[in-house]
């Protein structure tokens, strides 16, 4: 009964995602049609032409990004479980975001035990992973450290994403993980929630401690597996 209540709400809450999804790619969409009738009536300066058209490409990107974030935690097949080791693929993924952060004038830090192990899906951890250090890196306009620090305390694994960047008040730290919360002028704000669920589902939670101005630190921690 209590798993026929809990998917019932899931489904519920799936539902209601799906509609505000849909509801933030109609907008790009409507965007679009709109200049695209405008092409079709009347003669347009190629000046105009070229802001319209990189308005559209704009508003199309972001459809895009919203689509592939969301899908990151609607994807309907069976979730795979395999074993993991935590160090290695959290140095796999600053490996990936090296190139990225320098651009940006932060350096990554990685400092991991050995041995921890985990049970769950490799591709959705990184996921999580790169969503998280993105945020931080963004969060660091002028550079700074992004330091991922993970170790093992007693049957938990726990995960530490550490950046130097602009921190969030008490009132913006509980918005975090609500669907479409952004305050960046290109976010989809589906990218923690997609976090937060998906370590929910595996038993984990996130923690988060900022400070405005100095910067932001976010446990994630997880159920560990034995070694053997
Ligand atoms: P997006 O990155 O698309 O805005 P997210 O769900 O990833 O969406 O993040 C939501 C919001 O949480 C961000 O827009 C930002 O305001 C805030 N945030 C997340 N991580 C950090 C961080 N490390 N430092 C400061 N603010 C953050
Ligand atoms: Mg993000």
């Given at each position: 009964?209590?798993?026929?209540?809990?998917?019932?709400?899931?489904?519920?809450?799936?539902?209601?995602l799906?509609?505000?999804?849909?509801?933030?790619?109609?907008?790009?969409?409507?965007?679009?049609?709109?200049?695209?009738?405008?092409?079709?009536?009347?003669?347009?300066?190629?000046?105009?032409?070229?802001d319209?058209?990189d308005?559209?490409l704009?508003?199309?990107?972001?459809?895009?990004?919203?689509?592939s974030?969301?899908?990151?935690f609607?994807?309907?097949?069976?979730e795979?479980?395999e074993?993991?080791?935590?160090?290695?693929?959290?140095?796999?993924?600053?490996?990936?975001?090296?190139?990225?952060?320098?651009?940006?004038?932060?350096?990554?830090?990685?400092?991991?035990e050995?041995?921890l192990?985990?049970?769950?899906?490799?591709?959705?951890?990184?996921?999580?992973?790169?969503?998280?250090?993105?945020?931080?890196?963004e969060a660091?306009p002028?550079?700074?450290?992004?330091?991922?620090?993970?170790?093992?305390?007693?049957?938990?694994i726990?995960?530490q994403?550490?950046?130097?960047?602009?921190?969030?008040?008490?009132e913006?730290?509980k918005?975090?993980?609500?669907?479409?919360?952004s305050?960046?002028?290109?976010?989809?704000?589906?990218?923690?929630m997609?976090?937060?669920?998906?370590i929910?589902?595996?038993?984990?939670?996130?923690?988060?401690?900022?400070?405005?101005?100095?910067?932001?630190?976010?446990s994630?921690?997880l159920?560990a597996?034995?070694?053997?």
């Amino acid at each position: 009964m209590q798993q026929e209540i809990q998917r019932a709400e899931k489904l519920y809450a799936m539902g209601e995602l799906a509609a505000s999804v849909a509801h933030e790619i109609r907008n790009p969409l409507t965007v679009v049609r709109g200049f695209l009738q405008l092409f079709g009536r009347q003669q347009i300066s190629v000046e105009k032409q070229g802001d319209y058209i990189d308005i559209m490409l704009k508003e199309m990107n972001r459809a895009e990004e919203i689509i592939s974030d969301y899908l990151t935690f609607a994807r309907p097949h069976i979730e795979i479980r395999e074993r993991i080791e935590a160090g290695e693929q959290i140095k796999q993924v600053a490996g990936v975001m090296t190139s990225y952060a320098l651009l940006k004038n932060v350096e990554i830090y990685t400092e991991t035990e050995e041995h921890l192990f985990l049970e769950l899906n490799r591709s959705k951890f990184s996921q999580c992973m790169i969503n998280i250090m993105k945020n931080g890196v963004e969060a660091m306009p002028e550079g700074g450290t992004l330091t991922v620090r993970a170790a093992r305390q007693d049957n938990k694994i726990v995960i530490q994403i550490i950046d130097t960047g602009k921190g969030m008040s008490k009132e913006e730290i509980k918005r975090l993980g609500n669907p479409f919360y952004s305050t960046k002028e290109k976010g989809t704000g589906l990218g923690l929630m997609v976090c937060y669920r998906i370590i929910e589902a595996w038993g984990g939670k996130v923690e988060v401690q900022s400070e405005k101005g100095k910067g932001t630190h976010f446990s994630i921690i997880l159920p560990a597996v034995s070694d053997e």
